[in-house]
DNA sequence: CAATTATTGGAGCAAGCACTCCACGAACGC
DNA sequence: GCGTTCGTGGAGTGCTTGCTCCAATAATTG
């Protein structure tokens, strides 16, 4: 009778996360399409029957991934609330970018992402991602704009686009060039961005 | 006996044209293994048997796309030997990415290809072009640098790579972002690639 | 016109894939 | 212990895909 073997939240959410995991890093060597779910399977060392027992599709393992990332950005949003120097808070967030690219595969999954943006579901995920992105960053461009701290000849969302071009171009040089390293040229990175942002 | 039915190189080369203009739209609207030999042979207007007679293989086609892609570039690499302005030459190679971008197929191509890396040959090939253009940009550079035109607290190779990050950047924003258009974001550009070669 | 060969379309095939299904074992309430 | 449900591995399946094969056609020479 009783209702027996009730549900463990957290035994199903960390077997949840080994699975993102290997994800995470078969994504990142292969490609999306490269990354069969049996070798998913093998690096997170499981049985196909689990994977799809806690992800109905391989896609949905991505979007998972995907929804992970942008829960951390907004984490990291949340934590900036309250300070007075918009210039400088922007600049964290761009070196923020080269302190996600030192994990070498980032990189890489954000290129095998980026070969299925056909697919109408992950570009949604990467849609929702990017305004997310994209709206903490423009609030902080405002504050700066109005604080004098950062050029106001180009509208705010402009600049909001080209911040997002060079944190796009450093991870795909991290990923392409052998001597291009995210701990050896996020200083540059910083620097170039404030450069751009007081108008240079 | 009679030898009939010579090849005509010229209907050939034609015919290979063809088929590559139909890769370059198909791959670049649905990534590689999304781009099935089917559709494109549709695209081309073709059967399967005519795409197999002139390409062994998909990633074949592939290759010869962006085998063109080179030769391109160092075709307009040689139309400026003799010029005596390093830093107009360097931004003229950076405008003309802008100019490639304006082909919307370009920037989803190059994702395209971003997303097949792993493959060994594919690999291969885009070093092959990425070692041609580092080539051309690193001689003007180390002629702006002795110039006095090029900054000179930076070796001529990380320019070199941060110029790409730059011009990656911007083939990428160009694929996602609605409101950043090749036409309207080059000349910012064109500004921003200067003011990083003067040491802004 | 005849002979010969390049060129073409499309039917079909073998392989690889994402995903289903099921049977067994473990964990828990009673 | 017993009953019940969750968790798990892996064999199997149906579909898609890159590619092969071949028969028909077009083009060219003599």
Redesign the interface.
């Known amino acids: 009778m009783a209702v027996a073997r009730p549900v463990d939240p957290e035994r199903r959410a960390a077997r949840r996360l080994q699975i993102i995991d290997a994800g995470l890093t078969v994504f990142a060597?292969?490609?999306?399409?490269?990354a069969t779910t049996a070798r998913i399977c093998r690096q997170a060392g499981i049985g196909s029957g689990t994977f799809f027992h806690y992800f109905a599709t391989k896609a949905d393992l991505l979007l998972a991934i995907l929804e992970l990332g942008t829960e951390e950005t907004t984490e990291r949003a949340a934590g900036l609330e309250g300070r007075t120097d918009p210039l400088g808070v922007l600049l964290e967030l761009v070196a923020s970018t080269a302190d996600d690219a030192a994990d070498a595969r980032v990189p890489g999954f954000v290129?095998?992402v980026?070969?299925?943006?056909?697919?109408p579901a992950v570009a949604e995920a990467?849609a929702a991602d990017?305004a997310a992105q994209r709206d903490v960053l423009r609030r902080w461009v405002e504050r700066g704009q109005a604080n004098g701290e950062v050029r106001t000849d180009?509208p705010a969302?402009?600049i909001v686009?080209?911040l997002?071009?060079?944190?796009?171009?450093?991870l795909?040089?991290v990923?392409?060039?052998e001597?291009?390293t995210a701990e050896g040229?996020r200083e540059?990175l910083v620097a170039?961005a404030r450069?751009?942002l007081r108008g240079?």
Do not use: I, K, Q
């Not at 060597?29 to 490269?34: C, K, L, Q």
């Not at 997002?164 to 450093?170: E, I, K, M, W």
């Open positions: 060597e292969r490609g999306y399409d490269g290129r095998a980026a070969g299925v943006m056909h697919e990467l990017d180009l969302a402009r686009s080209w997002a071009l060079l944190t796009d171009g450093f795909e040089r990923a392409v060039d001597g291009f040229e540059l170039t450069s751009f240079g």
